[in-house]
């Protein structure tokens, strides 16, 4: 391990956020050192072995099409590959795959290796060194070292995951760590704290995993991927995809007898019992929460999902738990097929400390110092893809920092990654936050069939598109260009193709059909297809998404405005005493996000929209 004293950024964490950040930074070609406790576990899925799923694929296509991993990765790693929601409309659909988990990591690790200018290190932060309100650096410990040593940097990125003070619950014993097996980081907590940041603590869990060989698959539902599955990453070439064996899934459930026995042991839950006092995850809860809250539900979907194609292990995702081990054994034994199953691990709660994200602003860096940036669970997110969007941009805008650059920012039209900076920055979360379509007012534009068209001319602008993707997001332009051609040309029983495509009984696989009938020489390959299903939904729905145009630029002026950063809300004439706490509290950088507050009505938006014309 070779460690220099000099560093253009500094990325400390090595989960989702901590990779796509170093990535980000070092295909800007500047020099940056990733820190993590084990490199070996660099990109780790701690939880569910899955990429993507409903909104998440979305967020998983706008990295790859900003130049980022996660999709790279999933598709050199996938064991099966769906796309949920098929059945409805494109706006709400979401392309999901399941991962071999440690084929996952190391291909990570590969890509991250194959950058010059980055450089890993083993080892922790101890604190982050600041002068005159900037970032100038950070204290690192080294594995097997006793004394910290400076390392300098222009900009640092913070990205520590569940490991700030992580503790791990299964019924009535704790840990240290955020992770099995992995311990806590415990300084960069008091470190954030003696600078001046306000801290909170969340919770999530994980559930047991069995042994495949001692459940019997047989009369479980079997879940498989699709027929013709399509990659996430617009690199993938489609002549070898899918790369791995392909593996199905299997559903089985839990019933009346489960409930009565996790009923019966609630005072020996972490989460009942006072144990654990701090918020999970609403939309992902525990099965004990799913019992309590959904007292009328007979029983609950459990998904059994194979972790790797080169072990046992089975990932139960549905029951995850902190109950205690023998509590497990018992839910698990009354599950069909598992009757006989091994646990290979119980499921688990970690807790672990947070900065309330309102300490930030949409471009990732805090408010109270320059060149530090926040990343993934430390901002109160859930899930791998929020912490791997979140990382791109906040490597993107450390390296801008590091080189005097402004930072950018992505808006709520334009990204489900603008969706979710924005909620950040103007929601303080009552638990961890978690990407959904119906967060985004714009979904019909923010399709993960159009993630290129939207985001790589921009990424290109920033430096994080080489000439290899730039290449084919052209080539996909032209063929698209033709195809829009052969709609508007042709004519299907006297009606033109460009309004017979409109009908709701059209798919797919009647243009498809028409197009080898009428036009044998452009019937679409693999690729070309799915560039037919996306010129489809962009005609069928272009009444919706011209009108969604139209709201975004009447209200764009609005959204676009600045507030000054040294208004002092306190004595600003006209706002409601609500509105000056909230506007006190979060500081918004934007009008836009200013409306966006709670607490801040029209007539206080009027009345900053004076101040700021006089």
């Known amino acids: 391990m070779t460690v220099h004293h000099e560093y253009d950024v500094i990325v400390i964490g090595g989960g989702h956020a901590g990779a796509e950040a170093a990535w980000a930074v070092a295909n800007l070609g500047a020099n940056v050192a990733l820190i993590t406790m084990n490199p070996d576990k660099i990109g780790a899925m701690s939880c ?44 709400v ?37 600041v002068e005159q309100g900037t970032v100038r650096g950070v204290l690192f410990l080294s594995v097997g070292a006793g004394v910290p040593i400076c390392l300098h940097a222009r900009s640092v990125v913070l990205t520590t995951g569940t490991f700030m003070r992580g503790l791990m619950h299964t019924g009535e014993n704790q840990a ?119 007292k009328d539900r007979m029983s609950h979907h459990v998904y059994l999902e194979p972790e790797s194609l080169g072990t046992n292990e089975i990932y139960c995702n549905g029951i995850s738990t902190s109950l205690p081990a023998d509590v497990q054994e018992t839910v698990i034994m009354h599950m069909q097929g598992c009757e006989r199953a091994k646990v290979l691990r119980y499921g688990y709660a970690v807790e672990y400390d947070m900065v309330w994200p309102y300490q930030i602003d949409a471009s990732c860096m805090t408010k109270r110092i320059a ?8 901002n109160g997110t859930s899930g791998y893809e929020e912490a791997a969007g979140q ?87 032209s063929a698209l260009a033709m195809l829009h051609q052969v709609f508007q040309t042709t004519r299907i029983g006297g009606e033109p193709m460009i309004r017979w495509v409109c009908r709701p009984q059209v798919g797919t696989e009647q243009v498809l059909q028409v197009l080898a009938k009428n036009h044998a020489s452009v019937v679409p390959k693999r690729l070309e297809r799915r560039l037919v299903a996306r010129l489809l939904a962009d005609v069928k729905y272009a009444g919706y998404i011209n009108r969604q145009k139209r709201e975004v630029k009447r209200l764009s002026e ?57």
């Open 48 to 91: 569910n072995p899955a990429i993507g799923g409903l909104a998440k694929g979305q967020i998983v296509r706008e990295i790859d099409a900003m130049g980022g991993l996660m999709g790279l990765v999933a598709d050199a790693t996938g064991i099966q590959f769906r796309v949920l929601n098929a059945s409805k409309g494109p706006a």
């Open 93 to 129: 659909q979401g392309p999901r795959c399941q991962s071999d988990k440690y084929r996952y990591a190391q291909q990570v690790q590969q890509f991250l290796k194959t950058r010059d200018s980055l450089s890993i290190l083993a080892g922790t932060v101890e604190q982050i060194v």
């Open 176 to 294: 240290e760590g955020g992770r099995v097996g992995e311990g806590a980081a415990v300084g960069i907590s008091g470190a954030l704290q003696r600078l001046g940041f306000e801290l909170g603590r969340l919770k999530t869990g994980t559930p047991p995993r069995l042994a495949a060989e001692s459940i019997n698959f047989n009369g479980l539902q079997l879940q498989p991927g699709d027929r013709e599955p399509q990659p996430f990453s617009d690199l993938t070439s489609l002549d070898r995809f899918p790369i791995l064996e392909q593996r199905p899934c299997h559903i089985t459930h839990t019933n009346e007898v489960i409930h009565e026995v996790i009923r019966s042991n609630l005072d020996r839950a972490p989460m009942y019992n006072g144990q654990i006092e701090t918020s999970g995850p609403r939309y992902c809860p525990s099965i004990e929460d799913k019992v309590v809250r959904f």
């Open 371 to 378: 060149g530090l940036f926040l990343a993934g669970q430390i």
């Open 391 to 477: 990382g791109l941009m906040a490597g993107l805008n450390a390296a801008r920092f590091a080189s005097g650059t402004e930072p950018v920012r992505l808006q709520r039209d334009q990204a489900y990654i603008g969706v979710m900076m924005d909620d950040l920055v103007t929601k303080k979360p009552r638990e961890p936050y978690r990407m959904f379509t119906s967060r985004a007012e714009y979904r019909l534009m923010l399709r993960a069939d159009n993630a290129d068209e939207r985001l790589t001319p921009v990424a290109r602008e920033w430096g994080l598109i080489d000439d290899e993707r730039w290449d084919k997001y052209q080539d996909r332009r």
């Open 558 to 614: 609005q959204e676009q405005m600045p507030l000054p950063s040294h208004w002092n809300y306190k004595t600003l004439p006209g706002l409601r005493n609500e509105a000056r706490s909230a506007l006190e509290t979060f500081r918004p950088a934007t009008l836009g996000q200013a409306t966006r507050l709670a607490g801040v009505t029209p007539a206080d938006v009027m009345n900053l929209t004076v101040a700021l014309r006089r």
